[in-house]
């Protein structure tokens, strides 16, 4: 399950909404072997070669910037394709 806050409208109103997204169990499995496996192992790398960097705490980020909202919806789609599987809509 991932959970973030969010409204399209939260800076007029300055509130925001609980968006709840469950993933599929290959998918969460895969998640949290990355949180807890991958990034603690390479936060021990990265520190040998450079002793004050940290890992940006964002999962799609790029030489220090997030990643625009739709690229991930543009990354999913060209994996469907490329794995010839239905493509995933926000509803999957």
């Not at 496996?37 to 070669?49: A, D, H, M």
Request: glycine share 4%; aromatic share 10%; charged share 20%.
């Amino acid at each position: 399950m991932l959970h973030t806050t969010y409204h399209k409208g939260q800076q007029q109103t300055g509130k925001f909404k609980d968006n709840i997204r469950f993933l599929p169990v290959p998918v969460g499995d895969l998640l949290l072997d990355y949180l807890v496996v991958v990034i603690p192992l390479r936060q021990v790398f990265l520190r040998q070669f450079a002793p004050h960097a940290v890992i940006s705490p964002y999962l799609w980020w790029r030489d220090g910037k997030v990643w625009a909202d739709n690229r991930l919806t543009r990354c999913m789609e060209q994996a469907c394709t490329r794995a010839s599987t239905p493509r995933l809509h926000i509803a999957n």
